[in-house]
């Protein structure tokens, strides 16, 4: 019996293979495709004491030892650690950035703790919101950096949040997306977790303290992340080395009095940060971060230089009109300060020319003066000069006649 593909050879019609989706349904396959092919960037910041996990819990949820040095807690001021990892799982490609503080609440100073973490936050955006200014932008290759969630490392005292970490998250939560997480959380007990976790929530509501919500605006993931949501923060525990239970391998921290698996969502809340991170919502925390955090940047930015979209009487303005109209503005500027530099330049010429004139008058009037009194000495010398000749005439005189008394003084003496 012929088969399909028979007749078609010799009726001479082509083949299609079933693919499974005709039409425009194939576009999201397009969509997958591509980005499978371009691959995925994330870039996570770490931030929290020194020790309290932050290395071991990242190694933890990428499954692989990143081989970082144990931090000192003697800094004297906090630093970034910035690494950016190429890490690959089947087919897919991950280039991950880290950012961790280090030496974060080593010191007395709060202030000094913050401000680098919000540095570091705004110098992402200024150098995306570049980028976006540039005549030929270059997106094709430009590395975003800017964070796309920040894990906030809570120590697990089992009391409430210390006043760095309200002052920190404070200063953050509109930069970026934010998950508490409670270090360490083999520390405490399920208990006291309970009520730990409680009154951190009301300590971040108290304070006004925006942190990230799982979206419940898609059908497909509302119910799990609004139950996530309730978990919030999580109790998350940390481990790379596999110890035996029973009869198989498991990740986990091994106590004389148990194993604590890591993966185990009856032991600790990591599976849950994995799966809300890695699994479910990635894309929505890029989203949030380019559309909520970015663009409150960008906005804060364009107003700062003078952009705005509506003008004073509430109507739509043109970037191009506002444009011209700030360029005048400067233009404007530019003359006003050049004719104002030139008034103060004149005036300044004006003073030094009459100064010089004075000193110069001053000067003719000592010399007037000097050669006044040199006249005046020189006719007094030739005065005393003349006086002096004539005193000599007189003594020459008086010495020939005293000496013609004498001669004949002599000779009168000798006629006696
Ligand atoms: P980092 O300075 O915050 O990066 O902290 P590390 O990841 O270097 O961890 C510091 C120490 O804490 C190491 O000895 C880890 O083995 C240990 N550690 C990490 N995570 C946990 C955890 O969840 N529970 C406990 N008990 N110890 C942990």
Redesign the pocket.
């Known amino acids: 019996i012929p088969d399909d593909e028979d007749i078609q050879r010799e009726n001479n019609v082509r083949g299609l293979t079933m693919l499974g989706h005709f039409g425009f349904e194939c576009l999201p396959h397009q969509l997958v495709n591509r980005a499978i092919q371009k691959g995925f960037s994330f870039n996570i910041l770490c931030v929290?004491e020194?020790?309290?996990?932050?290395?071991?819990?990242i190694d933890s949820l990428f499954n692989t030892n990143l081989k970082?040095k144990?931090?000192s807690h003697f800094n004297s001021n906090v630093e970034l650690k910035i690494r950016t990892y190429e890490l690959q799982e089947s087919n897919v490609q991950l280039k991950l950035t880290v950012v961790?503080t280090v030496g974060y609440g080593d010191q007395m100073n709060k202030e000094g703790s913050y401000q680098p973490i919000v540095g570091y936050l705004d110098a992402q955006f200024e150098s995306y919101f570049q980028e976006e200014l540039k005549i030929q932008r270059s997106f094709v290759d430009y590395h975003d950096s800017r964070v796309h969630v920040c894990l906030y490392?809570i120590s697990p005292t089992g009391h409430s949040l210390k006043s760095l970490d309200l002052l920190t998250l404070k200063s953050i939560d509109n930069k970026v997306n934010i998950i508490p997480l409670i270090?360490?959380?083999?520390?405490i007990s399920k208990n006291d977790l309970q009520k730990f976790k409680y009154k951190i929530m009301s300590e971040l509501v108290n304070n006004d303290i925006q942190i990230y919500q799982f979206p419940t605006n898609d059908e497909s993931t509302a119910q799990m992340n609004s139950s996530m949501n309730k978990h919030l923060p999580f109790a998350?525990?940390?481990?790379i080395d596999e110890v035996k239970v029973g009869k198989r391998m498991v990740r986990g921290?091994q106590y004389p009095w148990g194993v604590l698996q890591v993966d185990n969502e009856n032991h600790c809340d990591f599976v849950k940060l994995r799966d809300m991170l890695l699994c479910t919502n990635t894309e929505d925390l890029k989203e949030q971060t380019h559309t909520q955090h970015y663009e409150r940047y960008r906005c804060f930015k364009l107003q700062k230089i003078g952009f705005t979209d509506v003008g004073p009487d509430n109507q739509p303005v043109s970037f191009q009109e506002i444009y011209e109209a700030k360029r005048q503005e400067f233009y404007d500027q530019c003359q006003r300060e050049e004719e104002e530099l030139k008034k103060k330049f004149m005036q300044r010429v004006k003073e030094r020319e009459i100064a010089f004139k004075e000193a110069e008058k001053e000067l003719q009037d000592k010399f007037e003066h000097l050669k006044r009194i040199q006249h005046e000495e020189t006719i007094k010398l030739e005065e005393e000069k003349r006086q002096l000749e004539e005193e000599m005439m007189n003594f020459y005189k008086m010495k020939a006649g005293s000496e013609t008394l004498q001669t004949q003084g002599y000779t009168n003496i000798k006629k006696d």
Do not use: P, Q
């Not at 020194?50 to 819990?57: E, F, I, M, P, Q």
């Not at 998350?236 to 481990?239: A, L, Q, S, T």
């Open positions: 929290g020194t020790g309290l996990g932050k290395s071991t819990l970082e144990k931090s961790k490392f270090a360490k959380a083999d520390a998350v525990v940390g481990c921290r």
